[in-house]
């Protein structure tokens, strides 16, 4: 191969999922770079190992034969980003793994947030956990809580976490009950524990000794209190099972290559290899880990575009756009690389240091389809084998097609690697039959206009190119950036057919191409740095001088630096970078902020925290961690062709340019091919300012909110797709306030409602409504609303969910119609008075017992709403008001064509006869509904035989059914159709008035929101035939105190509140068994985080697992419900308002019905001192005493089909 005295080569390389990239550095030759197959089994078994013999021999001259060992001597380097870890991931082919967590949460990660991930998936399908077994570890540590009674833990060790807090240890590790257990793993043949115990981000200790006991017995052991030590178990305990998953896998493919090179990689010939993780920085070999591999290959394009597109002096910033064959990956650079501590990939919660990189599934290989009349792109793709249809292997029409048949893509200048000789180019013939014959079914499908096949090839383009820039706006607008503003630096080997396009659609004006655009995330590994972190959780408020945080700084620091200079790195040849992640009081959105040049770290949290939600918090701000990144910085290192672009101009004779003959500042005349050798948004970026600027627990922790956009007449656009019982009945409140304040608003006005007469569901729903005018005038041209559930709101009980309700006024303040912002003023006195002061006004009622926390999300609804109000006027100054507004009827004419499609199916399926469904609540009302379709696709659904008004509080206004028919027909369409008016313009929905689903204007309606709308949704699906019912509540459990004087001081001790829904088990269906432990139908809404839960309440949380054999029989089984168990450690008023608890949820076509569901309190006899266990009742309300513990139970959904089919 040559002698060791050769020029040293540095060789960089990208493994993508479609394509590897190779970079090579060959001193006094020109740069070496490859493009290879990543998978192409009839040639090569290892695609990294390809490109670097291809190298070799092009470096040295030597004839190097495929499978023979290669020799490292004449590499310098090796550098490599790899989707290895990532394809682990998504095809589920990881390591054999256990989780160790602590006893009574063996099914924690299971339920995880409880949430489903596609509220519109009947099955309610999550993915399946990493590990496949779990040992409940005998250990429990909780922190200490203000409000704990002092007899409560005072028997119990004190410990101080590493924050610096008080916690105690209830139960000691038993060391040896868990080493019996982990040999018995062992010898069951797992070979990877991930170790995961509550409230072991503060307290590592007994983490470190099962790890230490692990190891010796020869396991791979994945730490989560040392992977990422922040606070809220299910995220870090589902980072630690991905690395006990991943890193085996990462350990083995390092082995594979190894073995491809004399000497092994580790060998003596003195080439240092390194990885790329998610962070952006490189690493040894050795320490390459599998939860930091995850994003190794993008992380390399940022840093590629980071280091060669950013100019220090303009300080321009830049949007990275890099598409390539699977997907495309965009990301934000001005002047530092922007970082996120949690993502989720593949349904799996990541809470680990990575780039801010958001992934959109439109790639080069993205499939094409018609759907409902509809042009889709992806999500799936053909990835690399087969790939596109161009590719020869018999793949499906895509992306990568498109830009073929468009003249896009020039096969002359693509790299000729096709068929078994690898000679052959992309064929253009098979693209155009395919889309010939794609375009004569749309036109027989369509029947009006016909479409020529670059019409239809163009649509396709566009739909793609959409779908890339709702992410960008994601990243740019949704934090406070204006994205025209930016530069688009794109790369991959498909961004140069999209880059103008989207570019176009941003408003950017200029593009930066480099040389390496291709493969540039390659080219980065070249530019990237060695990086070493540490990082501590904290518990202070930080006051500017700070020496408790300059202390644990300095640790860090040390144990970076010694860490990197075992790796032969000087300490002068290192930087730091420091940072802290501050949050202010009672907000959990916490912003990682680099030490400014000037060290003051509070302004610039401030002026981050305004530009990204548009307000700030006149409140205390709070440390929760320290980091220090340690870095070892990286060395200074004419033809033409017929092009389509409109159906106006059709082919366009074009010129193409090489982009190396190009010099600098040459001006090129488009157009001109350069070769290298929404609406939905809106409604979802409302969800995430909101999510991320509110207060309580419900919104931040739960995500109980909705928001969407309204046309001028207050009927439904678009809503995000959050919490469905708001899906339909939002539209209700904004037209009520539409109606009301008719020529009566102003610029700057903002309504606020909550009444169930006004639009509302129940009371703690508030929703807030901002008319957005056309500029310069007084005409409303949109409305934008966000509706979130206030934990309290005041009435008779915390936390304003009481069970026995029977009048409207004793669930708290109702609110018809306000102005919580008159003229750009917030409104603050008369919030104070609305919830403050109408409560108390009737007899045993409190105001709101945290009034702070809803003027808190209160503001961050309305910043919600301004901040999209910005996007609504974008989108109307580049397209027009007309535009736009005939879009808005578009959608929801699309809508309606979906739905009448889907009746004429049920109508023909059905042979036009009456579907009729009755079921019960637990009190004997019945719901019953006849569904009649017409010929013409249109529908009733008639509720006669409907119960009346009920003395209680599970009376459903009307608007609770509008929601459940919306979600229903939409769930049945299997479309993504923005939800709007659309879906129910040709249902006529018939209410009997009035009823349960229609009450009078004073009843309670607190429980119809949360357990009616469930039965309605039951009836609607049993009617249609389309699966067993699921558990049918939501299990609404509250808790919490008034406040009080302190008899010593005379000061007022405030109250608190705190408000959870629980999941259960999820009905079966004709092809899937029923999901354990989710939330289904009305609602989505996650619950708290054991750690959050126990630091901000006096509880303990001592169990929250499956309800195991709960979901009814059948060929298919229905899901599990839960149990979950809290201790409280101070007195507390505690309530349940549930259903099901009488009648089973049914099961369907044979199936058996699910169990119902049980709540009791346990408590000690005060005379005997014997636990007590009492029943609840499905609506109940207790005065608990310290020790006091509730169980809820959840139901089980019912089974489909006869267990003997």
Known sequence: MGSSTSPKITISIDRGGTFTDVHAIVPGKPDIVLKLLSVDPSNYKDAPTEGIRRVLEAATGATLPRGEPLRLDNIECLRMGTTVATNALLERKGMKSALLTTKGFKDLLRIGNQARPDIFDLSARRPDV???????????????????????????????????????????????????????????????????????????????????????????????????????????????????????????????????????????????????????????????????????????????????????????PIIGFDMGGTSTDVSRFDGYLEYTFSSSISGVSISALQLDINTVAAGGGSILSWTNSLFMVGPESASAHPGPACYRKGGPLTVTDTNLFLGRLLPEYFPKIFRPNEDQPLNREITKRLFQELTDKINAEHGKVKLTAEQVALSFLKVADKSITRPIRNLTEARGFETSSHQLAYFGGAGGQHACNVAASLGISRIIIHKYSSILSAYGLALAEIVQEAQEPMATEYLGAETKIDTKLQGLVERSTEQLKTQGFEKDQLRHEIFLNMRYEGSDTSLMILKPDDGDFTSAFVERHRREFNFTFDRPILVDDVRDATIKDAPQAAQHEDVYFDSESGFVKTPIYQLHELGSNVKLHGPAIIIDETFMSVAEQMGRTLQKTSVSTNIKECLDFSCALFSPDGRLVANAPYVPVHLGSMQFAVHYQYKRWLGKLKDGDVLVSNHPMSGGTHLPDVTVVTPVFKKGTDKIIFYIASRSHHTDIGGILPGSMPPNLTELWQEGTAIESDKVISGGVFNEARIRELFLEMPVKYEGCSGSRNISDNISDLKAQVAANVRRIALIQNLIEEYGLETVQMYMFEIQRTAELAIRNLLKDIYQRYSGKPLVALDFMDDGTPIKLTITIQEDRSSVFDFAGTGDE??????????????????????????????????????????????????????????????????????????????????????????????????????????????????????????????????????????????????????????????????????????????????????????????????????????????????????????????????????GSIPMNTGDRVVIMTPGGGGYGSVKD
């Open 130 to 316: 990493l590990f496949e077994d779990v040992v409940e570890v005998h250990e429990r540590i909780v922190p200490s809580h203000p409000r704990s009674s002092q007899e409560a833990l005072s028997s119990f060790r004190v410990i101080q976490g590493v924050t610096g807090e008080q916690y105690y240890v209830v139960e000691e590790l038993d060391t040896t009950r868990l080493t019996n257990d982990l040999k018995a793993l062992k010898e069951r043949g797992y070979g990877s524990v991930a170790i995961a115990l509550v409230n072991s981000f503060a307290c590592p200790d007994h983490e470190l000794k099962i790890g230490e006991i692990a190891t010796e017995l020869g396991f791979s052991v994945a730490i989560s209190s040392q992977l990422q030590p922040m606070i809220k178990v299910v995220p870090r305990g589902m980072s630690a099972t991905a690395d006990a998953y991943l890193t085996p896998v990462i350990k083995s493919y390092i082995d594979s290559i190894s073995a491809n090179f004399e000497g092994g990689l580790g060998g003596s010939h003195g080439c240092c290899v390194e990885f790329m993780q998610s962070d952006g920085g490189l690493v040894d070999f050795r320490k390459f880990s599998g939860l930091r591999a995850i994003l190794s290959g993008p992380a390399a394009g940022v840093v590629g575009y980071a280091s060669t597109s950013y100019d220090q002096e303009a300080k321009v």
């Open 950 to 1179: 009920v003395r209680g509080n599970i009376n459903a206004p009307e608007a609770i059914t509008h929601s459940a028919i919306i979600y229903t027909l939409r769930y049945m369409i299997k479309s993504n159709i923005p939800l709007n008016q659309g879906y129910l313009s040709s249902v006529d929905i018939r209410i009997p008035s009035p009823s349960i689903l229609s009450p009078t204007s004073t009843a309670a309606v607190m429980g119809g929101n949360v357990t009616t709308s469930q039965r309605i949704t039951n009836v609607v699906l049993k009617a249609l035939h389309a699966c067993a019912a699921s558990q049918g509540c939501l299990n609404n459990l509250t808790f919490g105190i008034n406040a009080k004087i302190d008899e010593n001081t005379g000061e007022t001790i405030p109250g608190f509140g705190y408000y959870e829904t629980i999941a259960g088990g999820a009905g079966a269906g004709k092809d899937w068994v029923g999901e354990s432990g989710v939330h289904v139908h009305m609602t989505n809404t996650c619950i708290t985080d054991p750690e959050i839960l126990e630091k901000r309440y006096p509880c303990i949380l001592r169990r929250f697992e499956l309800r195991d054999k709960t979901g009814g029989e059948g060929r298919f089984r229905g899901g599990d419900g839960v149990v979950r168990e809290i201790e409280f450690l101070t007195p507390v008023q505690c309530s349940i308002l549930s259903e099901r608890r009488v009648h089973r949820p049914y099961g369907m076509e044979g199936g058996e019905p699910g169990q119902t569901g049980l709540s009791l309190w346990l408590t000690k006899d005060k005379y005997t001192g014997h636990e007590r266990r009492v029943n609840m009742g499905g609506k």
